[in-house]
């Protein structure tokens, strides 16, 4: 039986015609292939540039032509290909970097499925010239419709150089799908990003139609190399993150809440050096940053998982942006405890922006010169400071420091009062923390840095305080949510928190949709000390509320809790469910925008400020406090 016309069965064409079954022509399987890894020209750059990482390049070169659709160059000064091996770069299915089926599960190469070159030249005319480092020429050899020219001696640097022109001329309908070079070169300059991230040791330039688009210098710093590639405004905003777990390593760096963007765009998860989008990770990322962001808001975060290739599998798909993990929930666990336990653990408020934006990296970024962050670096206003410090030190304020202690709502006057005596004066403040409870964190002395100097309410709504380098901005309302947020969740996960008795239970009507809502959360209510029992057919009650909760009405925040639960669906878990009670609860708890405090309130509220974690962000996300240093404040005055 000859191979090429085996006939298995016979089957038909819609039309109805009849064909006979045969094994197609190599020329053919390779373009199929190629549909399947070359699907634009970024697809045929990041091939290129996965191989020259491959061949330990430290310098890589790419020019492109008209958004790739007349010319794609790709030159290293990696390893080489012998002469001998040169045409069998461009056959299908051949590698350097596999041998056997083990192998497939110890990955350390970007590429070993030896089909993109093979691909990338059935579908375009390819050239490569090629040297390794102990031969004197290099070789130069064409592929034109499949067919390898011989390798012919030139002279050129060690190093491998790929172009690819004409990319699609012998598949039209692909060609037809190309859209505007424009268009073309940004997925371009993407697809750079992804392999500039993960490799600072590599040099790499980009040029479009002659012009230099991208100039990464080679840098030992990884911070470095991601603002020079995503925007140096960026670079005062990456919260390193460095953590390993369960033979999990994740390193890279968090973007400020400040940051977040509306698309997930900006979010760059690279696993053991390859860009993947993989949900679990994306999902972990965004659950990060619940409370920190708005919900419709996505982080920006460039994180590196670095892991044993025999933990998951890369040959999903040919693109090899998906993976499938051994044990995905343990690598989703490990990522978001790495941020989880840096964002807790980090300054978040956001700075008044006095400067540029951040660029945004869709736009191709003017040449960077070399010099990493040189128009970051802040005046110095130590000098400065220590003026104004002085300045303060001699006159009286007005109100002196407060006591920070579990109880800081204190009357300021005569003196600061001893924390014995506060159990008179303001007792009952709802700014107060509760008498009943220590502070869930270690109470602030006052010599704290970030103590709080003077302040006002503005607009009865803003209260403005100094602080020792500048002054900050807090929307009262949303410190305050968060501020109850976090003690009640905090209250909460130390065990179950004892609800004050109603004298008279508050009788609420409930539909059985309710009913089914109310079962769900019950134990986690009862944790809070909310106790709800059965009425009668038709309506339930509630005995206990949280002593925390006394401006609240507790039918109210029932009713609206359980209509809340039922818009949401029922497929909510235990987290998501204590975020959605202590998110209505804290909302209907806190301050309205609008409300004038008193001083002792005022001072009160930013006390607790310092012994809430997350206090730069109201639970939804949304800032409670901006920053102005007073660098910012000398630069918008122009007094520097
Ligand atoms: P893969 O990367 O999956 O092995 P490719 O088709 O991309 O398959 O490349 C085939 C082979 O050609 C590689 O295994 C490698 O040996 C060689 N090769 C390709 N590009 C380069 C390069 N820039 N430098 C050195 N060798 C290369
Ligand atoms: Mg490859």
């Known amino acids: 039986m000859s191979e090429r016309t085996t006939t298995v069965s016979e089957s038909s064409t819609p039309s109805g015609q009849r064909r006979t079954i045969h094994v197609l022509p190599e020329a053919l399987i390779n373009k199929i292939a190629a549909g399947e890894v070359v699907e634009r020209p970024a697809s045929v750059v990041k091939e290129l540039l996965e191989n020259a990482i491959d061949a330990g390049a430290t310098v890589i070169n790419i020019a492109i032509e008209d958004g790739g659709r007349t010319l794609i160059r790709v030159a290293d000064n990696g390893c080489g290909i012998s002469p001998e091996e040169a045409p069998l770069a461009f056959a299908q299915h051949a590698t350097s970097k596999i041998e056997s089926t083990e192998d497939l599960f110890a990955i350390h190469t970007m590429g070993f499925r030896g ?74 300059h993407e697809m750079v990003l992804r392999s500039a991230l993960p490799n600072p040791q590599v040099a790499i330039t980009l040029a479009h139609n002659g012009k230099n688009v991208l100039e990464l210098p080679a840098t030992s710093d990884a911070q470095v190399r991601v603002s020079e590639a995503l925007g140096r405004e960026l670079h005062e905003q990456l919260i390193p993150i460095d953590f390993a777990e369960r033979d999990v390593r994740i390193h890279g760096f968090a973007g400020q809440p400040a940051l977040a963007r509306p698309t997930a765009k900006y979010q760059y998860i690279f696993l053991n050096g390859r860009f993947i989008r993989e949900r679990s990770l994306l999902h972990a990322l965004k659950e990060a940053y619940r409370g920190l962001i708005e919900p419709a808001s996505q982080p920006v975060a460039i994180l590196f998982v670095e892991m044993d290739p025999a933990g998951f599998d890369v040959n999903v798909h ?107 004066g303001t007792q009952g403040s709802e700014f107060a923390a509760p008498a009943a409870e220590p502070a869930a964190t270690e109470p602030i002395h006052a010599d704290d840095p970030a103590a709080f100097g003077r302040f006002v309410q503005l607009h009865n709504t803003y209260l403005v305080a100094e602080t020792p380098d500048g002054m900050v901005i807090v929307d009262q309302h949303a410190l305050h949510e968060r501020i109850i947020y976090e003690e009640l969740f905090a209250r909460a996960t130390r065990g179950p928190l004892e609800g004050q008795r109603l004298l008279i239970p508050e009788v609420l009507p409930i539909t059985p949709r309710q009913r089914a809502a109310l079962d769900a959360v019950q134990p986690l209510l009862l944790d809070l000390g909310m106790e709800v029992t059965e009425f009668d057919a038709q309506s339930v009650a509630v005995q206990t509320f949280p002593s925390l909760l006394s401006k609240v009405s507790p039918r109210e925040f029932l009713r609206d809790l359980l209509d809340k639960l039922l818009e949401l669906g029922s497929k909510l878990n235990r987290e998501e469910l204590l975020h959605e009670v202590l998110d209505m609860a ?15 309130e005022i001072a009160a509220l930013l006390a607790r400020k310092q012994q809430v974690d997350r206090s730069s962000n109201c639970p939804h996300g949304r800032p409670t406090t901006l920053r102005l240093s007073i660098g910012d404040l000398e630069r918008q005055f122009k007094r520097k």
Request: glycine share 4%.
């Open 115 to 188: 089909e993109a070159l093979a691909s990338i030249a059935s579908v375009s005319h390819a050239t490569m010239v090629t040297r390794t480092h102990d031969r004197p020429q290099a070789v130069r050899l064409e592929v034109r419709d499949s067919v390898i020219s011989p390798a012919v001696p030139c002279a050129a640097a060690p190093g491998t150089s790929i172009e690819v022109r004409d990319l699609f001329y012998s598949v039209p309908a692909r060609r037809k799908f190309m859209r505007t070079d424009a268009t073309e070169f940004g997925h371009i």
């Open 318 to 424: 040919p693109q090899k942006t998906e993976v499938r993990f051994r044990d995905s929930g343990s690598v989703y666990r490990v990522l978001l405890a790495a941020l989880r336990e840096k964002l807790l653990a980090s300054d978040l408020t956001p700075q008044v922006r006095t400067a540029n934006r951040f660029d945004a990296p869709t736009s191709p970024l003017p040449p960077s010169s070399g010099t990493a962050g040189s128009g970051l670096s802040r005046p110095d206003v130590s000098e400065t400071r220590q003026i104004i410090a002085d300045f303060f030190k001699q006159t009286t304020p007005m109100q002196t420091r407060i006591a920070f202690g579990a109880e800081p709502s204190v009357p300021l006057s005569p003196a600061p009062l001893a924390a014995e005596d506060s159990r008179t």
């Open 586 to 600: 804290s909302c209907k708890a806190a301050v309205k925008a609008g409300y004038p405090l008193s001083q002792e």
